[in-house]
């Protein structure tokens, strides 16, 4: 019996052209981890040391014959949430996190409004290298802001959005889509 195969033991880091791409709901979703993204997805810049974390969470129900014995353990929930600890303030963050009709940009100047406004659902797609020159893009066809974490001013760390986002299903019932390939983008130095 094999015990696996060391190669396929790996690390995630962002490419060196970026990690994190925004663009607005409906926009066309890649099929693959190296073709170009459509122009609509901007870059949401830097992401914290604690990379991206998908939690996934799934519920389920029991059904019992007449002895009391198990028979069944239909889903009867699933979430896929994803933690993105955004360290760049920037346009396309601050509309990630406050909504479109919050952000407001002239010439280099940005004005934010923060309120209870309902939040927009966006595409989000995370572009990854990995060991052995692999590439993964994961894409989040609808992704929502569900909750931001503290956002701290100090003098000795990085003013961050820590969003916690909901990937809802779309279409065809998908929460997100993963693609692995081989690659020629090399990960972000460290």
């Given at each position: 019996?094999?015990r696996g195969?060391?190669?396929?033991v790996?690390?995630?880091?962002?490419?060196?052209?970026g990690?994190?791409?925004i663009?607005?709901?409906?926009?066309?979703?890649?099929?693959?981890?190296?073709s170009?993204?459509?122009?609509?997805?901007a870059?949401?810049?830097?992401?914290?040391?604690?990379?991206?974390t998908?939690q996934?969470q799934?519920?389920?129900g029991?059904?019992?014959e007449?002895?009391g014995q198990?028979?069944?353990t239909p889903t009867t929930?699933?979430?896929d949430?994803?933690k993105?600890k955004?360290?760049?303030?920037?346009?396309?963050?601050?509309?990630?996190?406050n909504g479109?009709?919050n952000?407001?940009?002239?010439?280099?100047k940005?004005?934010v409004?923060?309120n209870g406004?309902?939040?927009?659902e966006?595409?989000i797609?995370?572009?990854m290298?990995?060991?052995?020159?692999?590439?993964?893009?994961?894409?989040?066809?609808r992704?929502?802001v569900?909750?931001?974490?503290?956002?701290?001013?100090?003098?000795?760390q990085?003013?961050?959005?820590?969003?916690?986002?909901?990937?809802?299903?779309d279409?065809?019932?998908?929460?997100?889509y993963?693609?692995i390939?081989?690659?020629?983008?090399?990960?972000a130095?460290?």
């Open positions: 019996m094999s195969n060391a190669e396929n790996t690390t995630g880091k962002p490419r060196v052209d990690g994190v791409y663009a607005p709901l409906n926009t066309a979703l890649p099929t693959d981890a190296t170009a993204l459509a122009s609509a997805f870059p949401a810049g830097y992401v914290s040391e604690d990379g991206v998908n996934q799934r519920t389920s029991e059904i019992k007449w002895g198990t028979v069944d929930g699933f979430t949430r994803w993105i955004f360290i760049e303030t920037n346009k396309t963050v601050l509309k990630l996190v479109d009709s952000v407001a940009e002239t010439g280099n940005l004005a409004t923060v406004t309902e939040l927009n966006y595409v797609v995370i572009d290298a990995l060991k052995g020159g692999k590439l993964k893009r994961t894409i989040l066809p992704a929502k569900a909750e931001i974490a503290d956002i701290v001013y100090k003098g000795d990085a003013v961050a959005y820590d969003a916690t986002v909901n990937a809802a299903p279409s065809s019932g998908n929460n997100h993963e693609y390939e081989p690659g020629e983008t090399a990960a130095e460290s």
